[in-house]
C-alpha cells in the first residue's frame, strides 16, 4: 500500500512562500502521476495542480497559475509545491493525491491520497 505524508505546511503572511513536500512510502511510486488538492474549511476539495511521472507535464487551477509550480525527484520519490505570493484565500488544508498513469484535474481520478497539511496566510 502506497503511502504519501506531506509536510512543509505553516502560518504566513500574504506575500510569503511556502514549499510542500510529499515523501511516497514506495519506490515504485515514481511512475504515479501525482497532484496537488487543497480544502478550505466549508469548502469541497479542489485541483490546484499537477505533474506527469515523467515532470515533462504540468497542470495548474487558474487561480494559482504564475504563483505556484509543482515538481518532482523521482529519486527521492518526493513531489513538491513551491508556493509564492500567498493570498488568504490560499488558506486551507493541503493534499498530495497518487495515481498509476496518466495526470487528472478531478478528486476521484486519483487513487492514494495523504493526510494533509495546513497551510494559513495571514492578511
Known amino acids: 500500500q502506497v503511502q504519501l505524508v506531506e509536510s512543509g505546511g505553516g502560518l504566513v503572511q500574504a506575500g510569503d512562500s511556502l514549499r510542500l513536500s510529499c515523501a511516497a512510502s514506495e519506490r515504485a511510486f515514481s511512475s504515479y502521476a501525482k497532484a496537488w488538492f487543497r480544502q478550505a474549511p466549508g469548502k469541497e476539495r479542489e485541483f490546484v495542480a499537477a505533474i506527469t511521472w515523467t515532470g515533462g507535464g504540468t497542470y495548474y487551477a487558474d487561480s494559482v497559475k504564475g504563483r505556484f509550480t509543482i515538481s518532482r525527484d523521482n529519486a527521492k520519490n518526493t513531489v513538491y509545491l513551491q508556493m509564492n505570493s500567498l493570498k488568504p484565500e490560499d488558506t486551507a488544508v493541503y493534499y498530495c493525491?497518487?495515481?498509476?498513469?496518466?495526470?487528472?484535474?478531478?478528486?476521484?481520478?486519483?487513487?492514494?491520497w495523504g493526510q494533509g497539511t495546513q497551510v494559513t496566510v495571514s492578511s
Open positions: 493525491a497518487a495515481v498509476r498513469g496518466g495526470v487528472g484535474t478531478t478528486r476521484n481520478w486519483y487513487d492514494y
